[in-house]
Nanobody, 121 residues
Framework: VQLVESGGGLVQNGGSLRLSCAAS????????IGWFRQRPGGERAGRER???????????FYKDYLGGRFTTSVDDAKNTVYLHMNSLRPEDSNTYYC????????????WGQGTQVTVSS
């Protein structure tokens, strides 16, 4: 499975961005795509999952602290999952990664290369 993120960039405080995660090399069957960002403290701190979507049935999971600012959606025909980010804040600045899971209940098996989001104050 190969994942390619796109859509990152520089946005002003309060602005919006839509990230895309295009998947290829998929087999038939359900899978999930999660969006992650780096925890404070660098690589050793690991990545935190902020959203996950089960592609076939559309079930979604979000971190409560996001307060509904981030949502995720899928275009199954394009094998692409989106992260819609609204009311962005400077503390949302980070590298965002998408990752393939068998299910949102499992750890990721494949990662994209990441896309940088910078929110100016």
């Amino acid at each position: 499975v190969q994942l390619v993120e796109s859509g990152g960039g520089l946005v002003q405080n309060g602005g919006s961005l839509r990230l895309s995660c295009a998947a290829s090399g998929l087999r038939n069957g359900d899978y999930a795509i999660g969006w992650f960002r780096q925890r404070p403290g660098g690589e050793r701190a690991g990545r935190e999952r902020v959203t996950c979507i089960q592609v076939k049935d559309g079930s979604t999971f979000y971190k409560d602290y996001l307060g509904g600012r981030f949502t995720t959606s899928v275009d199954d025909a394009k094998n692409t999952v989106y992260l819609h980010m609204n009311s962005l804040r400077p503390e949302d600045s980070n590298t965002y990664y998408c990752a393939w899971h068998i299910s949102c209940s499992y750890t990721p098996g494949f990662w994209g290369q990441g896309t940088q989001v910078t929110v100016s104050s």
